[in-house]
């Protein structure tokens, strides 16, 4: 793994930038994979911004997300659907054909999960993954459990998520309890991973996934084992290193 510490959100924000944006310019027809949450949304800015200056062309990028509540409709504005298009997708050049989120919203959740995996292999696999990091250790919605789950599938979110992610709902009753998320081994078999973590809420999963044992109690310590992760942590979430 190789860990960049930085100062705050704001460095955090544009050194992450910057590693996408290489990984497009050098391959403009890239695969990236991407992820909500507060955490890369100063990311997406930049990019936003690259795009704006004519530094960055998404026009033949394909993108595949981490995951997607079960339940919400594409138009709520609580799904990551609506997350991705406000934060990113409305401001770039990236197609909708090579738009990719797992849909919560279909009747057969097994088949969306099988599909899901089959068009991310068709795709030719994720050239970089982008990762958040719960404060529990899960890496997209891959929860802390007694087994690695590998591909794409149905998860039960557990009460600390649930209590994480109330802060963008009215009430915690709203939060969905189940979500649709890359597996373990979806992520790992992304080329290169780039996992961004900040403030001291993280910092027990920041340590965990880097100086503890392997299991999936902290399914982000899994990210030991890839060999091409980098890490930006700031201040805070690197305290316990
Ligand atoms: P956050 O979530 O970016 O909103 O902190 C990260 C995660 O739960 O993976």
Redesign the pocket.
């Known amino acids: 793994m190789r860990i960049i510490a930085v100062d705050n959100y704001e460095e955090m924000s544009i050194k992450a930038a910057k590693i996408i944006a290489s990984q497009i310019i050098l391959k403009p027809d890239s695969i990236l994979g991407l992820?909500?949450?507060?955490?890369?949304v100063g990311m997406y800015k930049e990019l936003i911004n690259m795009y704006k200056n004519r530094e960055l062309d998404f026009s033949n990028v394909k993108t595949f997300n981490l995951d997607e509540y079960y339940g919400l409709s594409e138009e709520n504005d609580q799904s990551y659907h609506y997350f991705m298009r406000k934060n990113l997708f409305n401001y770039i050049n990236v197609k909708e054909k090579n738009i990719h989120i797992p849909n919560g919203n279909v009747a057969d959740i097994e088949a969306e999960c099988e599909n899901y995996e089959k068009v991310i292999k068709e795709s030719g696999g994720i050239d970089i993954q982008v990762?958040?990091?719960?404060?529990n250790g899960?890496?997209?919605f891959n929860e802390p459990d007694i087994n690695f789950e590998a591909s794409t599938h149905l998860v039960n979110l557990t009460q600390d998520?649930i209590e994480?992610?109330s802060r963008f709902f009215s009430s915690i009753e709203e939060v969905p309890t189940k979500a649709i998320s890359m597996g373990i081994k979806t992520i790992m078999q992304s080329k290169k991973i780039l996992l961004l973590a900040n403030?001291e809420?993280?910092a027990d999963a920041v340590y965990g996934m880097i100086k503890g044992k392997i299991s999936p109690e902290v399914p982000a310590s899994i990210l030991q084992l890839h060999n091409d992760v980098t890490v930006i942590v700031d201040k805070e979430a690197s305290s316990k290193l």
């Open positions: 992820a909500t949450g507060s955490t890369p990762l958040g990091i719960g404060g899960h890496i997209g998520t994480a992610n403030g809420g993280k």
